[in-house]
């Protein structure tokens, strides 16, 4: 049977829309980064214990003391494991996209209760939306609103929509056909019986459904730190890519408070709104009886609670322990306190360049912000200008397929280092296995597989393309993909149990000083003549930030001193990358001043 070519229907599709409806993108992007940055402002404002006694007073609102103070202790927990401002993040995210597929929901979920053609129509899709895998909402997102917060939001809506619109449809659905007619008896317009008899009634229902929406919605979130939604989807991302077992428990234990307080607050806001519920809630409280433990504040009282600490935190900010400050030194500040967005691979090389360049920005009195992306999403980003460098691509040979397809959109500002090789490896134990030829007939002595790392790289693609097929290597073996983090995982594994193992690894790469390991030769040249490490900035960059610009051409780190700044950052450990910036910067004075020069302020004129 012939293939069909769906696949390159859809890309023509995406292609079609994006050529044509760009405009219509960018008001979407305009509109919902607008609401998230005034979303995340508002949370990211208080200092971290006084929003969390907002919180914890709309907890005792809603559900009680026993709420409210497991809230404060969720919340100051996540503070206490510097999650916060991910939290916050995240939750921007999941307020932002519930507030839109709200709107568009319950008039859907409205409109398919009262008309069945409509419910007919959207059944299916709304089936489609629902059981496509998550990640793919994330491929057109990156092409139609770049990276970052919103195509996180828009893969949330998508994903998140269908519950909301069916529980509506079932809510309504759902009222007694008699109240219906009685109402219409009494001359009641279809308006109104929508408005005071429908709605009213199927409120527990659609509350329901926002609660199912949050919920969908917080996990697409965690998904979209993929593509640089930030929030603790990238705390969980980094911890998958680094195999950082520590992180990963961090950042899910957050998404796990954020998660319940929102399923719990939902829940309860649909009885503490509803007539019904309201009724249910004094018939229940006055079975049980008077009890600290039972007590509700009024709903002005708890507004009263909330103002009165949300003008603690706006004009006070006693209990943060950190400030904003400039720290670049005077007379060096050209930067004025302008953004700039660095995007980096989580590569020991790409790390440790683009943290170098965070902490020298910030020395000039730039605001630079770090994001971290798999290969693809960092040059689509890129080139669509929603970054504005990258100081980890290797060309010309392994990013040459991503070079091809953005070139028209980037500019080179050349090789901060080189050349480098890229190579299979296998410990010095491994006898008898000196070149890539020598692996053909072993494969059982590897269990047939080559541990790689991102499915994205380029490495990958030149393995799979052209290595193993030049030395006849297909079928024999597999290439694992996961990341680089889990490549070294296992490396160390088989080394301290002695097994054979093959794995992709490069140099510079501090493994080689770390262990003792057998680069395999390439006689065929399949791999390629090396790489440099080059700078990639988007178009108009150079003509935004000439002095940025000139800096990163001019920007040149030897082995010594690349490989002893890669060994300073593992040192210090995750989430404190800039400490071993810092480090080794002490250890290379001066080194600012070469990588970032600046004109020495003229001395004042005598009088």
């Known amino acids: 049977m012939p293939r069909l070519q769906l696949g390159d229907w859809i890309d023509s599709a995406v292609t079609y829309l994006r050529d044509h409806f760009a405009w219509l993108f960018d008001i979407i992007t305009n509109v919902v980064s607008g609401m998230y940055d005034g979303l995340d402002a508002v949370l990211g404002a208080p200092a971290p214990l006084l929003l969390a006694g907002i919180f914890a007073v709309v907890a005792l609102w809603l559900r009680g003391p026993t709420a409210a103070v497991l809230t404060f202790a969720g919340f100051a927990l996540i503070d206490s494991i510097q999650q916060w401002d991910q939290a916050m993040a995240t939750l921007s995210l999941v307020l932002v996209a519930t507030v839109i597929t709200v709107v568009l929901a319950i008039p859907l979920g409205i409109w398919a209760a009262r008309n069945r053609t409509v419910s007919a129509v959207l059944r299916p899709v709304l089936d489609f939306m629902q059981t496509m895998p998550a990640f793919v909402y994330l491929i057109p997102g990156i092409f139609f609103f770049g990276v970052g917060q919103v195509p996180g939001v828009i893969s949330c809506i998508v994903f998140a929509i269908p519950p909301g619109v069916r529980m509506t449809e079932l809510g309504i659905r759902q009222v007694d056909g008699e109240l219906i007619e009685a109402a219409e008896a009494f001359g009641t317009t279809s308006r109104n019986i929508l408005l005071r008899v429908q709605l009213p009634l199927a409120l527990p229902t659609i509350m329901a459904g926002i609660n199912q929406v949050i919920m969908l919605g917080l996990s697409m979130v965690v998904t979209a730190g993929m593509v640089g939604g930030g929030g603790l989807g990238a705390s969980v991302f980094t911890a998958i890519s680094q195999v950082n077992i520590g992180l990963g428990f961090e950042g899910g234990i957050s998404v796990v408070i954020l998660a319940m307080y929102l399923d719990r607050m939902t829940s309860s806001l649909g009885t503490r709104v509803s007539p019904l519920g309201r009724r249910a809630t004094a018939a229940l409280t006055s079975l049980r009886g008077a009890s600290i433990w039972n007590y509700r504040p009024q709903t002005s009282i708890a507004v009263v609670g909330v103002v009165v600490l949300a003008l603690v935190a706006g004009g006070m900010n006693i209990f943060s322990g950190s400030s904003d400050t400039n720290t670049?030194?005077?007379?060096?500040?050209?930067?004025?306190?302008?953004?700039?967005?660095?995007?980096?691979?989580?590569?020991?090389?790409?790390?440790?360049?683009?943290?170098?360049?965070?902490?020298?920005?910030?020395?000039?009195?730039?605001?630079?912000?770090?994001?971290?992306?798999?290969?693809?999403?960092?040059?689509?980003?890129?080139?669509?200008?929603?970054?504005?460098?990258?100081?980890?691509?290797?060309?010309?040979?392994?990013?040459?397929?991503?070079?091809?397809?953005?070139?028209?959109?980037?500019?080179?500002?050349?090789?901060?280092?080189?050349?480098?090789?890229?190579?299979?490896?296998?410990?010095?134990?491994?006898?008898?296995?000196?070149?890539?030829?020598?692996?053909?007939?072993?494969?059982?002595?590897?269990?047939?597989?080559?541990?790689?790392?991102?499915?994205?790289?380029?490495?990958?693609?030149?393995?799979?393309?052209?290595?193993?097929?030049?030395?006849?290597?297909?079928?024999?073996?597999?290439?694992?993909?996961?990341?680089?983090?889990?490549?070294?995982?296992?490396?160390?594994?088989?080394?301290?149990?002695?097994?054979?193992?093959?794995?992709?690894?490069?140099?510079?790469?501090?493994?080689?000083?770390?262990?003792?390991?057998?680069?395999?030769?390439?006689?065929?040249?399949?791999?390629?003549?090396?790489?440099?490490?080059?700078?990639?900035?988007?178009?108009?960059?150079?003509?935004?930030?000439?002095?940025?610009?000139?800096?990163?051409?001019?920007?040149?780190?030897?082995?010594?001193?690349?490989?002893?700044?890669?060994?300073?950052?593992?040192?210090?450990?995750?989430?404190?990358?800039?400490?071993?910036?810092?480090?080794?910067?002490?250890?290379?004075?001066?080194?600012?001043?070469?990588?970032a020069p600046v004109k020495k302020p003229a001395a004042a004129a005598k009088g």
């Open 328 to 595: 670049a030194v005077a007379g060096k500040n050209v930067g004025n306190g302008r953004p700039v967005n660095i995007g980096y691979i989580p590569w020991d090389e790409g790390i440790a360049s683009s943290f170098l360049w965070k902490e020298a920005l910030e020395e000039r009195g730039y605001r630079p912000k770090l994001s971290q992306y798999d290969v693809g999403p960092l040059y689509t980003g890129l080139s669509a200008g929603k970054l504005d460098f990258q100081t980890d691509a290797w060309l010309p040979t392994t990013h040459q397929s991503y070079w091809d397809k953005y070139k028209d959109s980037l500019d080179d500002l050349g090789s901060w280092y080189g050349p480098t090789s890229l190579e299979l490896s296998v410990p010095s134990y491994v006898k008898g296995v000196d070149s890539l030829a020598d692996l053909k007939g072993q494969g059982g002595k590897f269990k047939g597989r080559i541990i790689g790392i991102e499915p994205g790289a380029g490495m990958m693609k030149a393995l799979n393309d052209k290595v193993l097929k030049q030395y006849g290597l297909e079928g024999e073996y597999q290439v694992t993909t996961g990341s680089t983090a889990s490549m070294l995982a296992q490396l160390d594994r088989s080394l301290k149990a002695k097994e054979p193992v093959v794995v992709t690894l490069w140099s510079p790469h501090w493994a080689y000083s770390k262990y003792d390991l057998k680069k395999l030769k390439d006689p065929k040249g399949a791999w390629g003549a090396g790489d440099g490490l080059h700078t990639l900035t988007h178009k108009g960059f150079a003509a935004k930030e000439p002095q940025i610009a000139q800096w990163l051409k001019d920007f040149k780190l030897t082995e010594p001193q690349l490989s002893s700044l890669e060994a300073a950052i593992q040192d210090a450990g995750q989430n404190h990358e800039q400490d071993g910036v810092r480090a080794w910067l002490k250890k290379n004075p001066g080194m600012i001043d070469k990588i």
